[in-house]
């Protein structure tokens, strides 16, 4: 039974200082350095030879952080709801004042009338009528909404003493159908189409949920191959994937040619012809250059080309597509997609094969499921982004749901992983045999150590006291 009205609202701007080692860089991550940022604070030597940025990076020195949001109510229980939503390190304050001005929404509001009218809810945070000038449902204000409605998923499911997967699952459909707004996409996905989605979906849910216990959801390692690693490095970590028992591994690409066709060789040699490989340019490209690139490296047989060119660039990702289909290379794209309506309109324009939603850039739960349905129409497999700091513990419980309850179908589909900042969080993400293995604690595995925000925390935590006053040398 949910219960208590929110009383208080917290949010925190929490930064690991990841681009210390080039982590999570479009152009370099050093897996030797995947080492706690408390290690990297005290270790001098931290970033390894290897770890040459290229200046034609997109994202060259992200500090994977996050604005931390804390729910707490009235309630005797004490439990409180975490959220968040994913940054890379500078404009987490701008979040955070987003988050702030969204509050009034939720404070002093009934967790039962919030959930019985999510819907009205959500429709209610992202329609405010002044802030939605600096959205409407994208950007910052809509990254902050997805950190409090996260929140307010993960108080829920801890209210009902299931992690969010398995709320989502055992709900009636009509509740879950409930929770959507649909503003905007009747074109392609009415309220009836969901229900009867869901409804087919009921048939064989208890055998898929089973079978995701026992085998969980099969992922993919972004781990291996960051763009400007060593040869040495490269095989060394492709090796120990290999023996860790990886079969789909994710090449970023983009800077140079010669320097690709060099790295996938390397990595399809290691793999073999069987293993699935991705490739990744993080919106390097204008269209035409994207076409004439992945031609060249599509001897390399990769799954999918990510994020080719412009992430808002609809009918370039069409146009990408249809030149490269024939070549046997799918688009994949999502991480930076605003909103159910961009990925209508990508699903609408058949411009991407491979549907990367994202935990925290979409409104929650809530649009994810909107996303999760349209994929389902269109027959598109969903790929979920993750990495980050967080995106693993979040993103496992969407797609897991998506299969027993959506897409009942593994087919083509993978959710990413990527091996950092997980002890940072009470409930970790457990991989095994390369595959999620569904989370069992309450909530929505948001919860983060109280000891790590309090070191993390921007820019009074141990960590940055000790960093900031170096930096500014
Ligand atoms: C800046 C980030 O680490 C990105 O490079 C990352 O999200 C990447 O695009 C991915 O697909 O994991
Ligand atoms: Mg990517």
Redesign the pocket.
Known sequence: MVRGRISRLSVRDVRFPTSLGGH???AMVSADAMVSADAMVSADAMVSADAMVSADAM?TD?DYSAAYVVIETDAEDGIKGCGITFT?GKGTEVVVCAVNALAHHVLNKDLKDIVGDFRGFYRQLTSDGQLRWIGPEKGVVHLATAAVLNAVWDLWAKQEGKPVWKLLVDMDPRMLVSCIDFRYITDVLTEEDALEILQKGQIGKKEREKQMLAQGYPAYT?SCAWLGYSDDTLKQLCAQALKDGWTRF?VKVGADLQDDMRRCQIIRDMIGPEKTLMM?A?QRWDVPEAVEWMSKLAKFKPLWI??PTSPDDILGHATISKALVPLGIGIATG?QCHNRVIFKQLLQAKALQFLQIDSCRLGSVNENLSVLLMAKKFEIPVCP?A??VGLCELVQHLIIFDYISVSASLENRVC?Y?DHLHEHFKYPVMIQRASYMPPKDPGYSTEMKEESVKKHQYPDGEVWKKLLPAQEN
């Open positions: 999570g860089a479009d994202h992200p890379l972004t994710k990744d993080n990510e994020e991480e982004h990495g980050g990413e990527v």
